[in-house]
């Protein structure tokens, strides 16, 4: 969850308000750093009579799916334990704290898109059953002891920020190292699997809409589309220039060269009809879920949010940046795109 964390420290920060974040990198002189770990019950009580926060917004978790089916236990312990140690936490103060949870969509899994406050969770992965442990406890925490209690039930937040093993920056990071000529070939999992992305951002200042508000509630907050993997990288390649043909089915499906743009056609290492995108077996889950998407309508009336920057902006914005970050020179669309906007990741 990097690249909300520091999402959420640039809103406050601009909003004029004093973070104290649980992290051990610092991106900002203003921040209060302390050191605390949410499998450390006691740890956390110390750090809330301490601090004494008016709000938590609680992003920290073993945030990545695949990987969730690997280390379960620790899974469980992390996403789901840790929330209700912090809940505990702030029970135990006597303090009036506001506290955001971030659910998660993987929460859905099978159920049918669109997806909302009312669809009934149907999690695939033990990441997503960790968030709904997490989630309910939550609700119990807001009804049983009154606390000020929100979940966001985000859909996938992206920014340049995301975490490089993540399916979005994997993508424009091997865009980035395809261009430099440092990586050959991007291989994938699941081509087909529909997810709905948005601007990370974005989210961030609905988070802190949540909290604002009178009484504490639930909100999905998605962008309302919903988009293939397989549709990502062919926006991500073709933005910069490079067109994808697809061959094969199945594990044997490859992505080919079908044109380049007059500037990378001067490339020695980038070819009409060669494949640079393979399909490994290793990347597909165990539970895969086949389609997610957001059904926005509680938060557009009732917090009158909605989302901006659309599927074509953050492909472009993600590209740019990834661009930049191997010294070559950005189409600049995604850079323009949040020009005027506080988000920056120069």
């Not at 009312?118 to 807001?142: D, G």
């Not at 990288?233 to 060269?257: C, D, Q």
């Not at 191997?326 to 600049?332: A, C, E, L, N």
């Amino acid at each position: 969850m990097k690249c909300t964390a520091s999402g959420v420290a640039q809103v406050l920060l601009i909003r004029g308000e004093l973070i104290i974040f649980i992290q051990i990198h610092m991106i900002h002189r203003r921040l209060i750093l302390h050191y605390g770990d949410l499998s450390d019950s006691s740890n956390l009580n110390r750090l809330l009579v301490k601090i004494q926060p008016d709000e938590i917004y609680h992003l920290a978790a073993q945030s990545h799916v695949r990987v969730s089916f690997d280390i379960p236990e620790y899974t469980g312990n992390v996403t789901a334990l840790g929330t209700v140690r912090l809940l505990e936490a702030i029970r135990c103060s006597g303090h009036k704290i506001k506290f955001y949870q971030a659910s998660s969509s993987e929460m859905f899994g099978l159920a049918l898109a669109p997806q909302s406050e009312h669809t009934i969770f149907q999690p695939q992965s033990p990441y997503a059953c960790a968030k709904v442990y997490a989630h309910w406890m939550v609700r119990n925490y807001r009804d049983g002891y009154g606390l000020f209690a929100c979940n966001g039930i985000l859909f996938n937040h992206e920014s340049p920020r995301r975490g490089e093993t993540f399916v979005t920056r994997k993508i424009t990071r091997g865009l980035a190292g395809i261009l430099a000529g440092t990586q050959k070939k991007l291989y994938m999992g699941n081509l087909d699997a529909k997810r709905d992305w948005g601007f990370a951002p974005e989210y961030v200042e609905m988070m802190w809409l949540m909290l604002q508000q009178e009484k504490s509630d639930d909100y999905v907050v998605g962008s309302g589309e919903s988009h293939s993997v397989r549709e990502f990288i062919e926006k991500t390649f073709s933005y910069a220039g490079i067109n994808i043909l697809w061959r094969g089915k199945g594990l044997n499906t490859k992505g080919v060269i079908d044109s380049l743009s007059p500037k990378l056609k001067k490339s020695t290492f980038l070819k009409k009809g060669s494949a640079i995108i393979e399909i490994d077996r290793e990347y597909f889950r165990p539970n895969e879920v086949d389609c997610l998407q957001a059904d926005i309508a509680k938060a557009k009336k009732q917090l009158h949010w909605q989302p901006k920057v659309k599927f074509d902006g953050l492909v472009k914005i993600m590209v740019d940046y990834d661009l930049k970050a191997v010294g070559i020179i950005p189409p600049g669309e995604g850079v323009n795109i949040c020009k005027g906007k506080w988000f920056s990741h120069d």
